[in-house]
């Protein structure tokens, strides 16, 4: 038998968000339905809702940085049980079967991995995300969220904290390593905080300073505005790792002179347009520019461990539901500090 949410729905491309009903599926042998508490909004929530993305099916209730708390378990279902606190980020299904989900990797299922929102699932339905106040999750993609992070702000580690601690643990941040980050929104605030807890030297590149303060009581050593040129002159050949929050387009050029020998610059935010660099830029130092998404189940885990550990969360604004579409149009201008969580009571 399905289960009924209330939710906040897109119902198309130019109409706002608005309440309404979805029906979440009858929970099988191996699900967890779970009761959301809170939900971060991500900007990639505002590109699918506002149609910027193509292949968006509307309706769809978007929303993928969720954490609740177990209402109730499957049959088969060994590893929570209700009251459990548990949080759900970026997809919710993998083919389980190919090389990368095996490696713990399903982020990279050769197959695809079944998004939180605007994909289908194995019943062949639409899935539905966080903006609501219930989901029905398999529970191999359910995370616990340990004791010491409070619900509202684990909610953005499942997407923003992730998304930030994959690259700067893959390519091996520790104590001595030159950290930049670009970008001191949603993403580049929670690089700041898990970079520095890693024990990196920390550096903000911004556009401007006005966020200087912040960057700096977060766990940065230093913070350059890049609007000022005399920035690349300073810091040329300095860092050993540099990731790119921004989804704007930057001067990747730039950017790549200021990696140090092996040096690698690493995208997670994802411009519109294609990029363009010099080979040189690439071929001096023996640089390299790379890509990251968010982590795997198992690195995910890790993660929230990890911010447990070291008192790490999101700095947060919690909003009633009815303050979504002023929110979507606050972070497009740059107006929260950090991430917007909805309180999913008010749904």
């Not at 994909?119 to 010491?148: F, K, M, W």
């Amino acid at each position: 038998m399905t289960t009924s949410a209330k939710a906040y729905i897109a119902p198309s491309a130019t109409s706002p968000l608005r309440p309404g009903t979805i029906e979440r599926r009858e929970l099988g042998a191996f699900d967890v339905r779970i009761a959301i508490k809170f939900v971060g909004i991500c900007h990639s929530d505002i590109h699918t809702a506002r149609g910027d993305w193509a292949g968006v099916s509307f309706p769809v209730v978007v929303g993928h940085e969720i954490s609740g708390v177990v209402e109730a378990v499957g049959a088969r279902v060994t590893g929570y049980s209700p009251g459990d606190r548990v949080g759900v980020g970026c997809f919710v299904d993998s083919c389980r079967e190919c090389p990368n989900c095996r490696a713990g990797e399903e982020q990279h299922c050769l197959a695809g991995a079944t998004s939180t929102y605007n994909s289908v699932g194995r019943d062949g339905l639409p899935t539905a995300g966080g903006y609501s106040t219930s989901i029905v999750v398999d529970e191999n993609y359910v995370l616990r969220i340990p004791e010491g992070i409070s619900l509202d702000v684990a909610a953005p580690l499942l997407c923003a904290g992730i998304t930030m601690y994959s690259p700067l643990r893959n390519w091996g941040v520790g104590r001595g390593t030159r950290v930049a980050i670009i970008g001191m929104g949603g993403l580049g605030h929670m690089g700041v905080k898990i970079a520095a807890a890693l024990g990196a030297e920390v550096t903000v590149l911004s556009q401007s300073l006005k966020k200087q303060e912040d960057a700096l009581r977060l766990g940065a050593e230093s913070y350059y505005a890049t609007s000022d040129p005399v920035t690349f002159d300073i810091l040329r050949g300095y860092f050993d790792l540099i990731i790119n929050t921004v989804s704007a387009d930057i001067d990747v050029d730039g950017f790549l002179s200021l990696l140090a020998l092996d040096g690698t610059m690493v995208l997670v935010g994802l411009p519109p347009k294609p990029l363009s660099q010099r080979a040189w830029s690439l071929a001096s130092f023996r640089r390299s520019l790379a890509g990251s998404k968010m982590g795997g189940i198992r690195q995910t885990q890790e993660m929230l461990h990890f911010c447990a550990a070291h008192g790490l969360g999101a700095e947060v604004e919690v909003i009633p539901a009815s303050k979504i579409n002023d929110a979507f149009d606050r972070v497009l201008a740059s107006d929260v500090r950090y991430r917007f969580v909805i309180d999913a009571g008010t749904f």
